[in-house]
């Protein structure tokens, strides 16, 4: 739990797949950024594979909004081979085109690939929908850090069960 401008806050920090569900979920203090987490998140990464072999430890595309725009972090997943759908801020935009020639490219953005981010905005309307996530009643993040595993949980069973 870590103090904000409106209090003292939590934040959580998923990865989904496309169909919404958490592969990895970590909560911070409030008033930490959400582009630092991007790369720990990364680091957990782990999804098992149906046959034989390593888990998958990198994802196609990383779909984020522009707060996750930095050098950086785009660099990082260039190294890795990942593909950043993400949108460039105004202010770099301007600092870019400001340097001039000395500016570079602006970065690529998949319009269609980019529509696909609903489904992470959704996925935190269905936490944020539980009463004891939305308001934080518990004292002890790690009690505060069950309930949204549980959620993550659930939601995993229900898709399960929905499957043929």
């Known amino acids: 739990m870590g103090r904000s401008r409106g209090g003292l806050s939590t934040k959580i920090h998923q990865l989904v797949d496309g169909n919404g ?39 196609d595309a990383v779909r984020g909004d522009k707060a996750y725009s930095s050098r950086a972090i785009r660099a990082h997943l260039r190294e890795r081979s990942i593909e950043a759908v993400i949108p460039e801020p105004r202010d770099q935009i301007g600092h870019r085109k400001r340097r001039g020639s000395q500016g570079g490219r602006p970065p690529k953005l998949d319009a269609e690939n980019y529509r696909g981010r609903n489904v992470i905005e959704r996925r935190f309307c269905h936490v944020k929908q539980w009463r004891g996530i939305a308001t934080r009643y518990d004292k002890l993040s790690l009690t505060y850090r069950a309930a949204v595993l549980l959620h993550a949980v659930i939601a995993w069973t229900q898709h399960l069960r929905d499957m043929p």
Do not use: K, N, Y
């Open 21 to 59: 569900l958490p592969l990895v979920t970590v909560c911070t203090a409030g008033q930490d950024g959400d582009s630092p987490m991007l790369l720990p998140l990364l680091e957990i990464l782990r999804v098992e594979r149906t046959g034989p072999g390593r888990p998958r430890t990198r994802p």
